[in-house]
């Protein structure tokens, strides 16, 4: 029997499915553009992990299955540079650097290659015939680490390049970083299970790049800017540097979007200050700006000063650290009974921004940094993250300094505290009966996520409290018989009580899932509070369910559902539904939508739906877990199952790939709509972002 049609065939169909998955998992990971569902992302991954579970044979280096599952390794092999990575100089002043690069060029009309100068880790990729075959630290610069393995698992890391014309050896140079956005909520995830985090996004960087087993990097979320070229350059190649640009951008190498050419010394003066008015905005950490001539020629006429190009140079914005005093460290009791220790710093500048609060997170996380009264700390912000411990500066520590010691009990209500096995949290056992965790609980009552009652902030709380008016959540829909009392607070009067008041009925109409997320029972966000919801559909049958019952409802787990039980359990809590449920002309008891899995008869029911753009009055995440509560699903690529595209400010190419689906398109007055005329007149639960 002849075999060879269907060798020839699997041989093909193995090459189709690399070089499509290829190009999805680019569009999806660089562009942002995705053309295809996750469904059908997987339908083809699967695929092509059963062929070659089938012929292991036909295994390649490049195939997206080999990313990830490479056996740890025993150290790192060193790797030379052929052409030496350099450092580049660090300038004071550009109109200095730009003279130096006029008078070697006898030139004075020159454009400059304009790049953030990202914290992250220099590396260098080599491709051979297209394909990946070596990625390596920056080291020394001229000797570095092979760290190929842990490079494969980034996934905006082409494996084989995209189109045709790469030349046969082609060293990429870049660096690889860790959002801002990722990096905090790595350290969230690494606190919670009693884990050290890092201290900066480079060094989160930095460490995921050098962890001998791959798998381990995997699960790091990092990404790849492509900035240079070491080996490689022929003699077709373009001319200046952002051609070169966008030829790796051509063959799937991802840039950063921020750079930018600019002319002379006044375009880079003002690119300068563009981006330093920029850099708490960017998703990214930078410490400076990088120029570099943008003629490849010059570049070559100009040539190397010692360890450092004369083409390029680097400059520094302002530093985010700074050093001060720890006056004294508090303990905050949280909604849920947390104590976290508190840093009170003697008031620091850093980062254009006044620091005098800082927060340690948890006694674990205190012992391990050995923060105490009296110490020079350095404390540092990056971007919008909160402003944190980096270290203590030991040099500096006075003799008579002494550790903090751990609670006995809460410092507001001097109740029992206690550490559950397995948590990190030392918690406040009181719950209602803590003063602290009661104002909590009534500003997360009334957010805007919960109960959405408009002008019930932390000031309010503590005069309301203050003055007796209120004693827990449920005394807020008494306030109206105390209208004379509110007026006489400070800074309130009459149309500043009425427009409470009316905030207050405007509450009522809350469904079960904004109810049960603003009763703030651990472990129950908007997710979870939507969850049960849709599986109950009312309230009692929700509290008289048992912790097996409540499991049943979809993604609510043991933990979750031990919490709920013992919630609605409660003494105290019982006392406080009870005259929350007796209150007359609320939505609360029940779901917005009927149970089952249709979601019931709501419009968004069973719908598709993708969001784009920057939504103005809603998170992403809170605008998902609404869209979900009302049984729809959100996809974040589109097809032709799609029935809205909900589209917010700059919606980038997913608008145009709607109308030719012929996708029904919604703004967010659209969207609203639909949330509000659909549900009795009351706003659905939002999205549970933990």
């Known amino acids: 029997m002849n075999t060879l049609p269907l060798i020839s065939f699997i041989l093909g169909r193995l090459q189709v499915l690399r070089e499509q998955l290829a190009r999805h998992n680019h569009r999806y990971h660089v562009l942002d553009a995705p053309e295809i569902t996750d469904e059908a992302y997987d339908a083809l991954f699967r695929e092509l992990v059963e062929l070659e579970q089938a012929h292991p044979e036909w295994i390649t280096p490049d195939s997206p299955t080999q990313r990830v599952g490479a056996a740890p390794m025993e150290g790192f092999a060193k790797v030379i540079h052929h052409v030496p990575m350099l450092s580049i100089d660090t300038v004071p002043d550009l109109a200095d650097f730009h003279r130096r690069v006029s008078d070697a060029l006898g030139e004075t009309e020159i454009d400059y290659a304009a790049e953030p100068k990202i914290d992250g880790v220099a590396v260098s990729l080599i491709y051979q015939a297209g394909v990946l075959i070596q990625a390596a630290t920056r080291g020394d610069g001229r000797e570095g680490e092979e760290i190929t393995a842990q490079i494969r698992t980034i996934p905006s890391v082409p494996l084989r390049l995209l189109g045709s014309g790469h030349p046969e050896r082609l060293e990429v140079r870049g660096e690889v970083f860790i959002t801002l956005e990722a990096f905090a909520r790595f350290n969230e995830n690494a606190l919670m299970n009693n884990e050290k ?46 051609q070169m640009m966008q030829r790796f951008r051509a063959w799937g190498l991802p840039t950063c979007p921020d750079a930018a050419v600019v002319h002379g010394v006044e375009g880079c003066c003002a690119y300068y200050q563009q981006l330093l008015e920029k850099r708490d905005r960017l998703p990214y950490e930078i410490d400076g700006m990088v120029f570099k001539v943008n003629q490849l020629a010059w570049r070559e006429r100009l040539g190397f000063v010692s360890r450092a190009p004369r083409w390029a140079a680097a400059c520094k914005f302002p530093s985010r650290e700074a050093l001060t005093l720890v006056e004294a460290i508090d303990i905050q009791v949280g909604r849920t009974g947390v104590l976290t220790p508190v840093a009170r710093l003697q008031p620091v500048g850093v980062g254009g921004v006044t620091v005098t609060n800082v927060t340690l997170h948890n006694f674990e996380e205190l012992a391990r940094k050995e923060v105490r009264v009296g110490d020079t700390v ?12 980096v270290e203590v500066v030991l040099e500096k520590r006075p003799a008579a300094t002494q550790p903090v010691a751990l609670p006995l009990c809460c410092p507001v209500c001097g109740g029992e505290v206690s550490k559950s096995e397995g948590e990190v949290a030392i918690r406040c056992v009181e719950n209602f009966a803590c003063p602290a965790q009661l104002k909590e609980a009534v500003r997360h009552f009334a957010s805007r996520r919960a109960m959405n009652i408009e002008g019930v902030g932390e000031k309010l709380v503590e005069l309301l409290f203050a003055r007796q008016l209120i004693g827990t959540v449920a005394d807020l829909y008494r306030l109206s018989v105390r209208r004379a009392e509110l007026i006489e607070l400070d800074r309130m009067g009459e149309k500043s009580v009425d427009n409470l008041l009316a905030a207050i009925e405007e509450s009522r109409k809350r469904d079960l899932t904004r109810f049960l997320f603003a009763l703030g029972i651990r472990e129950v966000g908007e997710a979870t509070a939507a969850s049960l919801a849709r599986h109950f559909g009312a309230i009692a049958p929700l509290m008289a369910a048992s912790e097996q019952d409540l499991q049943g409802a979809p993604e609510v787990g043991p933990v979750a559902a031990a919490r709920v039980w013992h919630f609605f359990r409660e003494p105290t809590n019982q006392t406080v539904l009870e005259r929350l449920l ?5 939505g609360w008891h029940r779901a917005a939508v009927s149970t089952g899995s249709g979601g019931g008869d709501h419009p968004l029911a069973g719908a598709t739906v993708v969001l784009t753009g920057t939504l103005g009055r809603w998170s992403r995440s809170e605008a998902k877990a609404r869209l979900e509560g009302l049984g729809a699903k959100v996809s974040g690529s589109l097809s032709k199952r799609t029935r809205y595209l909900v589209v917010g400010e700059a919606p980038g190419s997913k608008l145009a ?4 689906l012929g996708v029904e398109i919604l703004d967010e007055a659209a969207l609203a709509a639909l949330f509000q005329g659909e549900s009795g007149g009351s706003e659905v639960g939002e999205e549970v972002v933990k």
Do not use: M, Y
């Not at 007796?582 to 609320?586: D, F, L, M, Y």
């Open 197 to 242: 985090p890092f201290a900066n996004p480079r060094n989160a960087a930095a460490g995921s790049l050098r962890q001998l087993d791959p798998r381990i990097t995997a699960r790091r979320p990092l990404k790849l800017f492509c900035h240079g070229v070491g080996e490689g350059i022929a003699a077709d190649w373009p001319a200046t540097h952002d």
């Open 378 to 389: 350095r404390v540092r912000r990056a971007g919008d993250v909160i402003p944190e411990v």
């Open 582 to 586: 007796a209150e007359p002309a609320t």
């Open 657 to 660: 790939q709607a109308k030719e």
